[in-house]
């Protein structure tokens, strides 16, 4: 296949899953909103979700965006090395999106430091933000995809404490971020926790613990147990959806870690608000693509 | 205060009275009708740093901090497409001034506000109310039409949109003129809680590793 042809056909299909993205949950979130809302018994916040669900049934039945806010593109991409178009795949996710702002239509989110201009089609520096990993023996394309929304943004911190301050320490850490911005994020929460060396690495574990599914635990007895510990103590805060109070406060929690230096104990933590629009999609090197993180609820 | 519930709705409408303001209390469950007018960051430094205004007059009126997706018609003029709350905080710095400049008198976004902004609607006869974050296709279906356009050159999510609303809500009023900051006390308890939570995190962590 001619290399023009091969980019369009990779754009076309990642811009229609961006339009599906917008517009419909990943089944893991929207089953376990399911279980929240089955799960509340405070009357205002019941009628939050009640909001909530109407929301994602209008989204469908009008084929609108769930959220007017449909973030700055994220690109997590797994390369097999085997692929055969890796040089074009880069191209292809930016016309994507440039199809995607046109025809879902996405809100143009890409603002160009210093001259503080909106360039209107999503395209700048920097955005679509693309993160790249090389899978050795594969020969197909993975992507996990973000709408890094501002509210839920907001919340996101790195930092990197002394050894001294320990697993105290990266809670305190997830605490106060949830209690200072968190709040005002569309919570109910899904929070990602990043632990390493530096501030950069923390960060980045933290987004992709975020990209994790809900309900899935970290391989690591010790850092599953970890989710557990901020999962139970944020849903003991009590903050509930939109913060008129609740009784669970987060859909999960995730943990991923990289080795930490001996003199630092790096955390990152990155939010994502109740809508989170996550998506996986995978294309393999016949150009066919499936949707992973989406099945259930393309039949809403 | 189901986004389905039509009975009993209490549904005020623009121009409002100060008096219908002064009236409401934090937790009260309102709609509004009337004109619409967005604004976010850029809106409001221009308002209140710049000391620029827009040409409509937003004496009454109700202020959402939104950055709406909107879409243009065949007839020219634009559509609602989406068009839920964005982060009132961010807008903390500025809110009291814009409060006192333009007589805005009911503000619409998410999440809380501040001791300043809250002594702005005290002082001035202003109320500060949420909508479900997130809800933002519900929000868009009550948007009869958009009425134009100002600061364009700010881009979609920051231009000033106008629009007439028809029961536009659930909103639930947060700040009143009486003193009551609903998602303020709220984060109070929050910080107790997690006050408590931290003692018991290092309890639990004791041992951890």
């Not at chain 1, 939050?48 to 039945?61: K, L, P, S």
């Not at chain 1, 679509?128 to 996990?144: A, F, K, R």
């Not at chain 2, 303001?21 to 967005?38: C, E, F, P, Q, W």
């Not at chain 2, 809800?135 to 134009?148: F, L, Q």
């Amino acid at each position: 296949m001619e290399n023009i042809n091969v980019r369009e056909r990779i754009a076309g299909c990642v811009a229609d899953f961006l339009n599906i993205m917008s517009k419909r949950l990943p089944d893991d979130v929207y089953d376990r909103l399911c279980e929240m809302k089955e799960a509340e018994t405070l009357p205002s916040a019941c009628s939050v979700y009640d909001c909530m669900f109407e929301n994602i049934r209008e989204a469908v039945r009008l084929d609108r965006p769930i959220c007017q806010d449909t973030g700055l593109i994220q690109f997590f991409v797994k390369a097999g090395a085997k692929f055969p178009y890796l040089s074009e795949i880069s191209g292809a996710l930016e016309q994507a999106v440039r199809i995607a702002t046109k025809k879902t239509p996405l809100r143009p989110n890409a603002v160009l430091p210093f001259d503080e201009k909106n360039t209107g089609d999503n395209i700048a520096p920097g955005s679509p933000w693309i993160e790249w990993e090389i899978v050795p023996d594969s020969d197909s394309l993975t992507l996990e995809i973000y709408m890094a929304g501002g509210g839920c943004s907001l919340p996101g911190k790195a930092v990197v404490l002394m050894p001294s301050a320990g697993y105290e320490g990266v809670c305190d850490v997830v605490l106060e971020a949830v209690c200072d911005r968190g709040i005002n994020a569309c919570p109910p929460l899904v929070i990602g926790v990043g632990i390493g060396t530096c501030a950069d690495s923390a960060g980045v574990l933290s987004k992709k613990a975020l990209l994790r599914k809900i309900g899935s635990r970290n391989p690591h007895p010790k850092a599953a147990e970890l989710e557990k510990i901020i999962k139970d103590a944020v849903n003991s805060i009590g903050i509930g959806p939109n913060a008129l109070k609740g009784k669970e406060s987060v859909l999960d929690v995730n943990v991923e870690f990289g080795a930490h230096h001996p003199a630092t104990l790096a955390v990152g933590v990155s939010f994502g608000c109740w809508a989170t629009r996550r998506g996986v999609l995978e294309i393999n090197r016949e150009l066919n693509c499936e949707i992973l993180s989406h099945k259930k609820t393309l039949e809403l | 205060m189901s986004c389905e519930n039509t009975e009993n709705k209490k549904v005020l409408t623009t121009p409002f009275r100060e008096e219908d303001i002064r009236s409401l209390r934090a937790g009260d469950v309102i709609y509004i009708s009337g004109t619409m007018v967005t604004a976010r960051d850029d809106g409001h430094k221009r308002l209140v740093k710049n000391g620029v205004f827009p040409e409509i007059d937003l004496e009454g009126l109700a202020l959402y901090h939104a950055g709406p997706i909107v879409c243009k018609n065949d007839a020219g003029g634009y559509d609602m497409v989406s068009c839920g709350p964005t982060t009132s905080m961010r807008m903390e710095k500025f809110q009291a001034e814009f409060i006192e400049r333009s007589g805005v008198r009911l503000i619409v976004g998410k999440g809380g506000m501040g001791e300043k902004t809250a002594e702005a609607c005290r002082k001035y006869g202003a109320a500060h109310g949420v909508f479900p974050g997130g809800c933002a296709v519900v929000a868009a279906k009550c948007v009869e039409e958009i009425t134009g356009v100002e600061w364009e050159d700010l881009g979609m999510p920051e231009a000033l949109w106008k629009f007439r609303v028809k029961e536009f809500g659930p909103i639930i009023v947060n700040i009143d003129t009486h003193g009551g900051n609903m998602i303020a006390d709220n984060k109070k308890i929050f910080e107790e809680r997690k006050a408590e939570q931290k003692k018991v995190l290092s309890e639990k962590l004791k041992d951890f590793h």
